[in-house]
């Protein structure tokens, strides 16, 4: 498949097991952060977002936490299954027009079964 | 309903040759974002588009242009190609309001320039 990126951080977690991808973003001022994840030969697909007043947000089977003070988000992945292995990529963005996504580097999961 | 769809999905061009992607945005979605993904850079923003205005820019040469039509779909143009313009170039489009902030990304067209 495409290679989405060749020096990515990898993270290898065993099937069944919980993963947690971290993610140092820039802008204090993001008013909005969202998880998406990659696989080979497609777009990112949308996991997860969490507004700038919150601190947790949890999905099915995902949960995404936001620590403002050290500009720090984490993406917690519950039961992997090899399904989850893909490029996990995060993103912050501003409201009012300013519809511009900013993306942290990615991690890449690989679930061994 | 259907996806954000791009054509070509993949395409060889020449240096110096100029190239024009399309993206057909989600119905009813009419702000569309482009985006450049390379294994060295990552994902750069590109343009964003919203009732056919360009409203925000990337840090990009003016050889990267765009438009959106009346019916939200869009193009990127990119002239006098370069070997690092090599990359996957995403589309993505959004419904404005809501609660999901997310964008929906096509899959891509991957350009290669030799």
């Known amino acids: 498949g495409e290679s989405v990126g060749l020096h990515l951080p990898t993270l290898s977690v065993q099937e069944g097991d919980n993963s947690i991808i971290n993610c140092a973003y820039s802008n204090s001022a993001s008013d909005y952060f969202i998880w998406y994840k990659q696989e080979s030969g497609k777009g990112p697909q949308f996991i997860i977002d969490?507004?700038?007043?919150?601190d947790k947000r949890q999905g099915q089977r995902v949960t995404v936490l936001l620590n403002k003070t050290v500009k720090h988000l984490s993406l917690q992945i519950a039961a992997t299954q090899p399904g989850d292995s893909a490029v996990y990529f995060c993103a912050w963005g501003s409201n009012f027009g300013n519809e511009k996504l900013t993306f942290g580097t990615g991690t890449r999961l690989t679930i061994i079964p | 309903k259907a996806g954000v769809t791009q054509t070509p999905r993949y395409l060889i061009k020449t240096r110096g040759q100029q190239v024009t992607l399309s993206c057909s945005p989600i119905?009813?979605?009419?702000?569309v974002s482009w985006y450049q993904q390379t294994p060295g850079q990552g994902l750069q923003f590109l343009f964003e588009y919203f009732s056919e205005t360009q409203r925000n820019k990337g840090n990009f040469p003016g050889r990267f242009s765009g438009r959106q039509f009346s019916n939200s779909r869009s193009e990127m143009n990119v002239s006098t190609l370069e070997l690092g313009d090599s990359a996957l170039y995403l589309c993505?489009?959004?419904?404005?309001?809501?609660?999901?902030?997310?964008?929906?990304f096509g899959s891509g067209t991957r350009l290669t320039v030799v």
């Open positions: 119905s009813g979605h009419r702000s």
């Open positions: 969490i507004r700038s007043n919150m």
């Open positions: 993505a489009s959004k419904s404005l309001g809501g609660t999901n902030y997310g964008y929906t």
